[in-house]
């Protein structure tokens, strides 16, 4: 017997779950569940997930958060895919009505950004996990994967400029990233988006960071701010520390300051 090209996978200690491929493609985990963390916000809000590959971000924030509407954006069809079955368990019924998947590419613009359902001044919170490596880099032989990790020229440019102008004005926009795109997120950020907080996630104490949490906003003239890091695993072990065990699982947020 063939073994299954998919699985469905708990988050949040079982609080939703999603369908994704197995042995091919990007698989969502610990990113995802942090970018989700940045959505702070119990208002009845419009969430976009940019890149949304199986759904785990958006899921998480509709889980988390029950008077959050989310569209998960995604341009790979077989991502869509997966999203869309995702969507349609019965461990999700809970939240499903708030959440619809849309087939779209974030670097599209103008009339066509539009009528793909990037709406401009749309949505109060943008979240995203953007292709995290460089062009030159060597690519993974899984095309499902290299689509999802290989950062193009002015890939955040594109989607920085999409995320603002699906924004409300005064709306947040959310990122995960590699340390040394840091650079590229402030340039790309430009005028659109103030109040930059960054916040250096490392695996240990004394350990180079491996990933940074961004948060901006809108219109906003604001400064930035290096924020205290975040030390995921406890001293000597692997457990999470509560704090990030507290965020990977859904019970509470990662406030801006």
Not at 183 to 209: K, N, Q, S, V, Y
Request: contains cysteine; charged residues 20%.
């Amino acid at each position: 017997m063939s073994e299954p090209a998919e699985t469905i996978d708990a988050f949040h200690r079982g609080a939703f779950h999603i369908v994704q491929p197995k042995g091919r493609g990007h698989r969502a985990g610990m990113d995802a569940m942090l970018l989700a963390s940045l959505v702070n916000d119990i208002r009845a809000i419009r969430v976009a997930d940019l890149g949304a590959g199986a759904g785990a971000a958006g899921l998480a924030v509709a889980s988390r958060l029950e008077h959050a509407e989310v569209t998960l954006f995604e341009r790979s069809p077989d991502m869509v895919a997966f999203a869309r079955k995702g969507l349609a368990l019965v461990e999700n019924s809970r939240f499903a009505g708030r959440v619809s998947v849309v087939s779209a590419d974030v670097t599209l613009t103008g009339h066509s950004r539009n009528a793909a359902g990037l709406i401009d001044n749309t949505f109060h919170h943008v979240i995203m996990n953007p292709p995290f490596n460089d062009g030159s880099d060597r690519l993974t032989p899984d095309p499902l994967k290299a689509e999802a990790h290989a950062m193009t020229e002015d890939l955040l440019e594109t989607w920085l400029r999409t995320a603002s102008a699906i924004l409300m004005s005064g709306g947040q926009l959310s990122l995960i990233a590699r340390p040394e795109s840091v650079g590229d997120i402030i340039a790309a950020c430009g005028r659109r988006f103030g109040g930059l907080e960054i916040t250096a996630i490392h695996p240990r104490l004394g350990e180079a960071a491996v990933r940074i949490l961004v948060t901006a906003i809108k219109g906003s003239r604001a400064r930035l701010t290096l924020r205290f890091p975040l030390v995921m695993h406890e001293e000597g072990g692997h457990n999470f520390t509560p704090f990030v065990d507290d965020l990977n699982n859904g019970r509470t947020a990662y406030r801006r300051r």
